[in-house]
């Protein structure tokens, strides 16, 4: 049988094989007794119990193989060789657990952050080597415990005053990411905290002495102490906490839970106590035979003890001779005492003996001139209104501070506090208390010693309150921090993070790998390019880039570090700010778009302006000459070849003059926009006209497809110049053609709530739209932005109109106070957009409307809620006209506190408002104060997601603006009725 592991670094799949058991030796005859006892108890027992498993109903299907994951960072339990092959007493206790139930156990070990996220992915059935907790307890159903391990903190041998959690306060903690300790830490007021992938990343970064406390399991963190020789340099507290290992599987999946508890059951405790004893070790054994040596000692004893009988007499004779030595010794001593005290007395620590009382027994020279108290002064006193404030804890505080030392000697044991000088003047004091015992066991004094840390203290707190002045000026500022520590690539950010980027520190924090994971792709080579060179020659660093945002969307970050280096001058670690610049890049850029429009737009109407001026100038000259080859025509008789010539002159000149008229349209001179104007009958017109009949018959291979809108408002314009530029959008689109292809014409109502960002700049409104599009050849981005200056064009002159077509349309646009935008990729076609203000005229000969009767009101109260004025009052008046009583106001908040005291039949109901609550939620609040309340939505976009969830909610019909009388009307109707 075979145990797999797998290493999720490279892939690789380690596979761990069963050794040969050695075979046992023979037994006493006494324990070939026993174990042939226990065989026959054995196979009783399972013949007993053959009935009672052949009742039991039938199971789920046998679970074949189970994936298990793990913390392969866990000695002794589990941890990899110099190989890289995972060992320890999991990995054998799931070799015999899966001997003992047939399964085939998959066992993956890597760091416990990525083991957790495999476990929540469903990449495992098992996650073992893992504490509960309350947070994990809502996706995990946990086996019992079956070990249990200290927490404790470990810190360098150069701090003091570390005894527990409360102490940590002001220190950064190093921790395993996703450890137990760390929700632990934070419960009890501990955030400053340096988390690594794992407990060798942790150990290794203490080594460097890059972090000095860190809180980890206390087997793990003896380890790896004297595996990286470290056991000298670091300390440890008592512990925080126990933690108990459990395994665990997803919630749910008793079977699998059963099965694991099962399994584990049925290994021995002989069996475990082997596995243990290989990996822990066991106690040295006493065996039977060694008794013999035992005799042979004792009796060896007894044969020294006459010995020693008779040496007794010469040791009296030798104790008169000790006891004058003694006396020489306590001579000696008393001697060496007086040096001992002159060394305290001259000592440069601050030196202090309590009594059991807590009053002052000894205070040294240094302690007298630094505290500012003579002997006199504090000798035989509390430490509590001499060196520490007055208090009225008790009538007693130093006896009660001496009985808390007394009760917990470990946390006193190096402990720092604020004490007070004689001037008043607050210092912080690191203390060593160290009891001391006579020889009756009873406590005889407590021996203190003292180093001032003041300016160590007070240069701490300033650097936090720097740094945490720093995070608030970078936060305002939209700025990120972080700090890059180049020797092992680790990035520690700010706390800004989460506010600029979205991402926790849990989450972002980590190696630099992990950075360059998220920059846009598009930028990484150059970013990358420039850090590296940055780091290698202690430049700052300086580059733009697309930095991923936690939502997903990717913003623009200006980067600029700043490198330092040791005292060796290389580059040891940057810092660097981040500043987001993504509306920066945007305004930029339609700034640069407006400054375009505007050079185009000035363009144009100084070209227009010269083309006018030429136009007028050109049309006096060439009306001479069309009048007068009409009149030589008429005087020079059929079949004279000078008739010939004549009618070529004047064909050009009416040319020259049609090419007059565009020009004069380019210009926007005399362009009557006062008709009443329907498009839809301007393109039918069009489609009838012998051009399109000749433009159809030359282009055989395109097809022209129509979709106007039945219900399409009305414009005031020209009938001839909105005809002309029909013809030329239609003209052009079949010329870019060259195979098969299709020209589409399509109308449509268009209401825009918002300005709309193109090729023109287009204001919110009602518009008429004409679109026109082709699946020729595209428009480069170059050609785009002059395809509208006239005699700008790709096709041969002469062969394919005069090159104002396009020309024509823009001036017909803007006669019209209407806006164009173009869309092309360059090789999929073109498309033109015409936007037309409409006008709610009704045009001359117009049909009439068919009879309203089927949508007519009943004096039904309506409530229309829009938050453009013109829209509802222009909804206000349609309605009204049909016979309903309405109502409107401009936002969700005011329909529903009018909806409390008002009830309406039904709403009108405007889906994009801004600023306030949308439609959506309006409706969905509706509800809650009239259930069945009925509405009718309206937007000038097209139907959306929210649009159906509000349906789904009981929404009626859905609108598209503009209003039209006759749709909104049936719609009103209709949903009244349902």
């Known amino acids: 049988m075979t145990l797999i592991c797998t290493k999720p670094a490279s892939g690789r799949v380690v596979k761990i094989h069963r050794s040969n058991r050695p075979k046992p030796k023979n037994f006493p005859a006494p324990k070939r007794f026993l174990s042939t006892y226990l065989h026959w108890f054995i196979l009783l027992t399972l013949l007993t119990a053959l009935p009672v498993f052949g009742s039991e109903p039938p199971h789920p299907a046998p679970v074949r193989t189970v994936t298990v994951v793990a913390d392969d960072n866990s000695p002794p339990y589990l941890f990899r060789d110099a190989n890289g092959r995972l060992q320890g007493i999991l990995a054998d206790e799931w070799r015999l657990w899966e001997e003992k139930t047939g399964v085939k156990v998959y066992l993956w070990g890597m760091a416990w952050d990525k083991a957790l996220k495999a476990m929540g992915r469903g990449d495992a059935e098992v996650i073992d080597t893992i504490f509960k907790t309350p947070g994990r307890e809502q996706n995990l159903a946990f086996t019992e415990p079956y070990a249990t391990l200290d927490v404790a903190v470990f810190f360098h041998k150069s701090i003091s005053g570390i005894v527990d959690v409360e102490s940590l306060q002001g220190f950064t903690v190093g921790v395993k990411s996703e450890d137990a300790c760390i929700e632990f830490l934070t419960k009890n007021g501990i955030n400053t905290l340096q988390e690594y992938p794992s407990y060798e990343t942790l150990m290794q970064a203490a080594a460097g002495q890059k972090i000095k406390v860190f809180c980890m399991d206390v087997p ?18 008592a512990p925080l906490y126990q933690g108990q290992f459990h395994r665990a599987v997803p919630n749910g999946r008793t079977d699998l839970l059963k099965l694991v508890e099962t399994g584990f059951s049925k290994i021995s405790a002989a069996e475990y106590e082997a596995i243990r004893n290989r990996w822990i070790g066991s106690p040295i054994p006493i065996h039977l035979h060694n008794l013999i040596y035992l005799f042979y000692a004792m009796g060896l004893i007894v044969a020294l003890g006459g010995g020693l009988l008779m040496w007794n007499r010469s040791l009296r004779r030798n104790v008169a001779i000790k006891t004058a030595r003694l006396r020489r010794t306590i001579s000696a001593l008393q001697k060496s005492e007086v040096k ?52 009225g804890d008790g009538p007693d505080p130093g006896r009660a501070m001496v009985e808390a030392i007394v009760s917990h000697p470990d946390r006193y044991a190096n402990h720092v506090m604020k004490n007070i000088r004689h001037d008043g003047q607050k210092v912080w004091i690191a203390w060593t208390d160290k009891l001391v015992y006579g020889s009756d066991g009873q406590l005889k004094e407590i021996l203190c010693i003292g180093n001032d840390i003041t300016e160590r203290r007070l240069s701490e707190q300033e650097a936090t309150d720097w740094k945490q002045r720093f995070e608030i000026i970078a936060a305002a500022a939209g700025q990120v921090v972080y700090d890059l520590n180049i020797a092992d690539r680790l990035v520690t950010w700010s706390g800004s993070t989460e506010k600029v980027l979205g991402y926790p520190l849990s989450e972002i924090t980590g190696d630099l790998e992990l950075w360059e994971s998220l920059i846009e792709p598009c930028d990484l080579e150059e970013t990358l390019r420039r850090l590296e060179s940055s780091l290698k020659e202690g430049t700052p660093f300086l580059a733009e880039y697309g930095f991923r945002h936690k939502d997903g969307r990717y913003v623009r970050m200006m980067d600029k570090g700043y490198v330092m280096l040791d005292p060796a001058g290389k580059p040891e670690r940057m810092i660097g700010i981040m500043q987001d610049v993504t509306d920066l890049r945007r305004m930029e850029r339609e700034r640069e778009q407006l400054e375009e429009r505007l050079r185009r737009a000035e363009k144009m109407e100084a070209m227009g302006t010269l083309a006018g001026g030429v136009a007028h100038d050109l049309n006096n000259v060439l009306g001479v000459l069309v009048g007068y080859s009409e009149l030589l025509a008429e005087k020079i008789p059929e079949g004279n070849p000078l008739r010939r010539y004549v009618l070529n002159i004047l064909n050009s000149g009416e040319k020259g003059a049609a090419i007059i008229q565009d020009l004069l349209t380019m210009a926007r001179r005399g362009v009557a926009v006062s008709e ?52 030329n959008l239609v003209s052009n689109g079949a010329e870019a053609i060259t195979g098969q292809g299709k020209v589409t014409i399509l109308t449509e109502n268009c209401y825009l709530d918002r300005h709309l960002r193109g090729y023109d700049d287009v204001q919110a409104g009602d518009y008429a739209v004409l679109t026109v599009s082709d699946t020729g050849q595209g428009i480069s981005e170059a050609d785009r932005e002059r395809i509208f200056e006239p005699f700008y064009t790709k096709k041969a002159m002469g062969r394919s109109g ?51 009767k089927d949508y007519l009101g009943r004096g039904e109260k309506i409530l229309v809620v829009d938050d453009v004025e013109e829209q509802r009052e222009l909804a206000v008046n349609m309605l009204e006209g049909l016979g309903y009583r309405v109502a409107a106001v401009s936002g969700g908040e005011e329909a529903l506190a009018r909806l409390k005291t008002e009830p309406a039949a039904l709403l009108v109901l405007d889906m994009i408002m801004d600023p306030g609550i949308d439609g959506l939620e309006t409706y969905r609040r509706a509800l809650e104060i009239h259930p069945g309340q009925k509405a009718v939505l309206v937007s000038g976009f097209s139907e959306t997601e929210r649009v159906r969830m509000a349906q789904e909610l009981g929404a009626g019909a859905y609108v598209r603006k503009p209003y039209v009388q006759r749709k909104i009307g049936q719609a009103v109707r209709q949903e009244l009725d349902r």
């Open 220 to 237: 793990a963190a003896h380890y790896y102490l004297y595996r990286l020789k470290l056991e000298k340099e670091y300390r440890q507290t």
């Open 340 to 391: 001992y005290r002159e060394l305290l007395e001259n000592a440069n620590s601050i030196i202090l003996r309590l009594d059991t009382f807590g009053r002052v027994t000894f205070f040294n020279e240094f302690a007298q001139k630094f505290f500012g108290f003579d002997e006199k002064e504090i000798l035989g006193r509390d430490l509590f209104g001499t060196i520490l404030p007055e208090t």
């Open 676 to 727: 009443v104007v329907n498009l839809n009958a301007v393109i039918t017109d069009y489609l009838r006209t012998l051009e399109f009949e000749r433009l159809a018959a030359h282009h055989r291979n395109v097809d022209f497809e129509t979709r106007l809108a039945d219900d399409l408002l009305s414009i005031k314009g020209s009938p001839v110049h909105l005809g002309k530029t029909v013809m």
């Open 802 to 852: 005069t090159g104002l077509g396009l020309t024509v349309v823009w001036g017909t646009v803007k006669d019209h106070r209407g806006y164009i935008d173009v869309q092309s990729d360059g090789h999929k076609g073109s498309t033109f957009i015409l936007y037309f203000p409409v006008t709610r005229e009704k045009p001359a000969g117009e049909p009439k409307p068919l009879p309203e």
